[in-house]
């Protein structure tokens, strides 16, 4: 069974010339935007063998010198495929560790019992798994006092220096251009110190450590001390980074995005997937760094941008726009700027549906949706109890409205969004309803109602929920869904709760897919049987429950496409994006426009989600709530077709297809 099949989605083909040049002039030639020399990998595999050869070989060389060699490691998750592959090197080829010395790159603080520890994670993950002399193994200590923090710094770098300086750095990147846990702000000449996390790395970190009540602080190598390895790798995987990727290796070094500092450094690598090298130039633009390969999709990016770049629409684009910007290839391809821009004027234009399961009885040549079969049975996966609503309200109430058959599958129970708060309200009104319409007289309700708010009061941050209280807010979802889905005129029946088991752990961190959450969404999909899936395709999604949902979804459908399933022959799976970010318009092929009372009435569907209106969990700095963020996507999709002189609505919501492979 495969079970992650989200990671080989490729939305675009980018030709290999673009990031495996054959030669040293054609590599200066892509690369010429570049400040770091970054290299960009088909796979996370094939990347961290190529970082483990490295890692290895110098290893190697420094035993052969009978010399240490010396490596500060921090442990973020792009960290984990390179430790599982030096691990296994270590066990199935001999690898010795024996002469390496580790500095770790950072560790939080104060540390306290169960509140995370970088030191444990990289000791888990790597150290205990290794031949590592433990004598050689250096950390900061999270516990110290805080008049001993800065003597204890001063060592720190002072053990560094007994050991001849750091050899190599392996380190990944944050959301906001972290490296080690330097925040935007960080100086060049920085060195070991304490530093006070923002909101952003705080629960970018508890995402990684599965851990929900981190310590506000870290104490961190500086950028001083990184710069000072005599060689450092970034490495990171994924669509999520590609943008901080792009910040930190072609923009100009600021002290707002630590990773710049990078450039600074005579030996640095930045090693990247190709979807985290989305965002490079010669990735996303390559049309002005090189000759282009074109395809529709590279073409109808190429015109976007330009319209963007000089605030034109599409059809008033001229011969000579072309010509100054890069693209005079696309005139020799197609003899004018007319055709060109008659071409994606026309493609754009039939991607803009308001029949999202089809228009019966028209002409569905150039429509998104094919016209037949009529109705359509639907299913709406949705990872959490909102996603539905807050990803594609406007497009579900399209779809119940014009006649088919649609079922909403929430995947998840959602219940660590809820807040101990709405838990409490819940209690007092239960209990309130058994002391009006029952005297007080059931033993249940009230030994319950007396053991949760005895629970709830000495409750401390971080602490778990009971098995109870979990059940409780998982309730108070299911009625907010129960509520939207009424709604929207989707019958209960039609309303399923998968509760997938991966997630129910109770904490941030969730269990791995697992068979039986395949199983669950397969036994959906074999009773329904379904002409559209509609599936989340958030493959950045900040706290990961979506992906793996999508995955789970994606593995059910590769289980039916192999057994030779009749229904899946003539079933459509569209992805859809939530409050985060919008499919890029090169890629979007169905847009279904929103007016302003269905987008009104889709905000009216979010806030029956009442639990998640005070505030919006993971989502940074942005304190915009779901709500305004899915209006705001919508708006400017809109706003984008309307500048490219397409129709203008007052929003849209995207999709791409997914066809299974």
Same mark, same amino acid.
């Given at each position: 069974?495969?079970?992650?099949?989200? &990671?080989?989605?490729?939305?675009?083909?980018?030709?290999? #010339?673009?990031? !495996?040049?054959?030669?040293?002039?054609?590599?200066?030639?892509?690369?010429?935007?570049?400040?770091?020399?970054?290299?960009? $990998? %088909?796979?996370? =595999?094939?990347?961290?063998?190529?970082?483990?050869?490295?890692?290895?070989?110098?290893?190697?060389?420094?035993?052969?010198?009978?010399?240490?060699?010396?490596?500060?490691?921090?442990?973020?998750?792009?960290?984990?495929?390179?430790?599982?592959?030096?691990?296994?090197?270590?066990?199935?080829?001999?690898?010795?560790?024996?002469?390496?010395?580790? $500095?770790?790159?950072?560790?939080?603080?104060?540390?306290?019992?169960?509140?995370?520890?970088?030191?444990?994670?990289?000791?888990?993950? $790597?150290?205990?798994?290794?031949?590592?002399?433990?004598?050689?193994?250096?950390?900061?200590?999270?516990?110290?006092?805080?008049?001993?923090? &800065?003597?204890? @710094?001063?060592?720190?770098?002072?053990?560094?220096?007994?050991?001849?300086?750091?050899?190599?750095?392996?380190?990944?990147?944050?959301? =906001?251009?972290?490296?080690?846990?330097?925040?935007?702000? /960080?100086?060049?000449?920085?060195?070991?110190?304490?530093?006070?996390?923002?909101?952003? &790395?705080?629960?970018?970190?508890?995402?990684?450590?599965?851990?929900?009540? *981190?310590?506000?602080?870290?104490?961190?190598?500086?950028?001083?001390?990184?710069?000072?390895?005599?060689?450092?790798?970034?490495?990171?995987?994924?669509?999520?980074?590609?943008?901080?990727?792009? !910040?930190?290796? %072609?923009?100009?070094?600021?002290?707002?995005?630590?990773?710049?500092?990078?450039?600074?450094?005579?030996?640095?690598?930045?090693?990247?997937?190709?979807?985290?090298?989305?965002?490079?130039?010669?990735?996303?633009?390559?049309?002005?760094?090189? &000759?282009?390969?074109?395809?529709?999709?590279?073409?109808?990016?190429?015109?976007?941008?330009?319209?963007?770049?000089?605030?034109?629409?599409?059809? !008033?684009?001229?011969?000579?726009?072309?010509? =100054?910007?890069?693209?005079?290839?696309?005139?020799?391809?197609?003899?004018?700027?007319?055709?060109?821009?008659?071409?994606?004027?026309?493609?754009?234009?039939?991607?803009?549906?308001?029949?999202?399961?089809?228009?019966?009885?028209?002409?569905?040549?150039?429509?998104?949706?094919?016209?037949?079969?009529?109705? !359509?049975?639907?299913?709406?996966?949705?990872?959490?109890?909102?996603?539905?609503?807050?990803?594609?309200?406007?497009?579900?109430?399209?779809?119940?409205?014009?006649?088919?058959?649609?079922?909403?599958?929430?995947?998840?129970?959602?219940?660590?969004?809820?807040?101990?708060?709405?838990?409490?309200?819940?209690?007092?009104?239960?209990?309130?309803?058994?002391?009006?319409?029952?005297?007080?007289?059931?033993?249940?309700?009230?030994?319950?109602?007396?053991?949760?708010?005895?629970?709830?009061?000495?409750?401390?941050?971080?602490?778990?929920?009971?098995?109870?209280?979990?059940?409780?807010?998982?309730?108070?979802?299911?009625? %907010?869904?129960?509520?939207?889905?009424?709604?929207?005129?989707?019958?209960?029946?039609?309303?399923?709760?998968?509760?997938?088991?991966?997630?129910?752990?109770?904490?941030?961190?969730?269990?791995?897919?697992?068979?039986?959450?395949?199983?669950?969404?397969?036994?959906?999909?074999?009773?329904?049987?379904?002409?559209?899936?509609?599936?989340?395709?958030?493959?950045?999604?900040?706290?990961?429950?979506?992906?793996? @949902?999508?995955?789970?979804?994606?593995?059910?459908?590769?289980?039916?496409?192999?057994?030779?399933?009749?229904?899946?022959?003539? @079933?459509?799976?569209?992805?859809?994006?939530?409050?985060?970010?919008?499919?890029?318009?090169?890629?979007?092929?169905?847009?279904?426009?929103?007016?302003?009372? %269905?987008? #009104?009435?889709?905000?009216? /569907?979010?806030?029956?989600?009442?639990?998640?209106?005070?505030?919006?969990?993971? *989502?940074?700095?942005?304190?915009?709530?779901?709500?305004?963020?899915?209006?705001?996507?919508?708006?400017?999709?809109?706003?984008?077709?309307?500048?490219?002189?397409?129709?203008?609505?007052?929003?849209?919501?995207?999709?791409?297809?997914?066809?299974?492979?």
């Amino acid at each position: 069974m495969r079970t992650n099949l989200s &990671s080989q989605i490729s939305l675009n083909h980018v030709s290999p #010339r673009y990031y !495996k040049p054959e030669n040293a002039v054609e590599r200066s030639v892509l690369t010429r935007l570049e400040k770091i020399p970054t290299d960009i $990998f %088909e796979t996370i =595999e094939e990347g961290v063998k190529h970082i483990a050869d490295e890692v290895a070989a110098k290893i190697q060389e420094r035993q052969r010198e009978g010399k240490f060699c010396t490596l500060a490691i921090g442990t973020g998750t792009s960290l984990r495929p390179l430790f599982t592959e030096l691990v296994r090197r270590h066990k199935d080829e001999g690898l010795s560790f024996r002469n390496v010395v580790v $500095f770790n790159l950072y560790e939080f603080y104060p540390l306290t019992e169960g509140n995370g520890s970088t030191f444990g994670q990289l000791n888990s993950l $790597f150290l205990s798994q290794t031949d590592i002399d433990r004598q050689n193994v250096f950390t900061i200590d999270g516990s110290i006092p805080q008049n001993a923090i &800065s003597e204890h @710094c001063r060592l720190y770098e002072q053990r560094i220096q007994t050991f001849g300086g750091i050899d190599i750095v392996l380190m990944g990147i944050g959301r =906001e251009g972290n490296i080690g846990m330097n925040e935007p702000g /960080s100086h060049a000449s920085s060195p070991t110190r304490l530093i006070l996390l923002d909101a952003t &790395s705080r629960s970018e970190a508890a995402r990684n450590w599965g851990v929900d009540n *981190l310590p506000p602080c870290s104490i961190t190598m500086g950028v001083q001390t990184i710069l000072s390895a005599r060689k450092i790798y970034l490495l990171t995987w994924g669509e999520d980074k590609a943008d901080i990727i792009q !910040k930190a290796v %072609e923009e100009n070094v600021n002290d707002t995005l630590p990773a710049s500092f990078l450039q600074l450094h005579n030996n640095v690598n930045v090693c990247i997937d190709l979807a985290a090298a989305s965002h490079l130039t010669r990735i996303q633009r390559p049309w002005l760094v090189t &000759s282009c390969e074109w395809n529709d999709k590279l073409i109808r990016s190429a015109i976007v941008w330009l319209c963007t770049l000089l605030n034109k629409p599409i059809l !008033k684009l001229t011969n000579k726009d072309y010509n =100054e910007n890069g693209l005079s290839e696309l005139l020799a391809l197609y003899g004018s700027a007319y055709n060109v821009n008659i071409k994606v004027f026309n493609d754009l234009q039939h991607t803009i549906t308001g029949w999202p399961g089809g228009k019966p009885n028209a002409d569905d040549t150039y429509r998104p949706e094919r016209a037949k079969p009529f109705p !359509k049975r639907v299913v709406v996966f949705s990872p959490h109890p909102d996603d539905d609503v807050i990803s594609m309200g406007g497009t579900l109430r399209r779809l119940v409205q014009q006649g088919h058959e649609v079922h909403v599958a929430y995947e998840t129970s959602g219940n660590i969004a809820v807040g101990d708060e709405e838990v409490t309200r819940f209690m007092h009104f239960i209990n309130g309803f058994n002391q009006l319409f029952d005297n007080g007289q059931n033993e249940t309700i009230c030994n319950k109602y007396a053991e949760i708010k005895q629970f709830l009061a000495a409750k401390k941050e971080g602490d778990m929920d009971t098995r109870d209280i979990l059940t409780i807010k998982g309730l108070i979802r299911r009625g %907010e869904a129960r509520t939207a889905c009424t709604f929207n005129n989707i019958p209960l029946s039609r309303c399923h709760f998968l509760d997938l088991p991966f997630y129910e752990t109770g904490k941030i961190e969730k269990n791995p897919i697992s068979e039986a959450d395949v199983e669950i969404v397969l036994n959906l999909l074999r009773e329904v049987k379904p002409h559209q899936i509609y599936v989340a395709g958030d493959l950045a999604d900040p706290h990961g429950t979506h992906r793996v @949902c999508t995955d789970a979804v994606f593995a059910a459908i590769d289980e039916e496409k192999n057994a030779g399933a009749e229904w899946l022959k003539d @079933c459509r799976i569209w992805m859809y994006r939530g409050a985060w970010a919008e499919w890029e318009i090169e890629n979007i092929e169905m847009a279904v426009p929103l007016s302003p009372e %269905e987008l #009104r009435a889709k905000r009216n /569907s979010i806030l029956k989600h009442q639990s998640q209106m005070e505030s919006a969990p993971f *989502l940074g700095n942005d304190e915009r709530l779901f709500w305004q963020r899915s209006e705001d996507r919508n708006r400017g999709t809109a706003t984008l077709y309307d500048h490219l002189g397409l129709a203008s609505y007052e929003a849209m919501e995207a999709f791409v297809e997914y066809k299974p492979i």
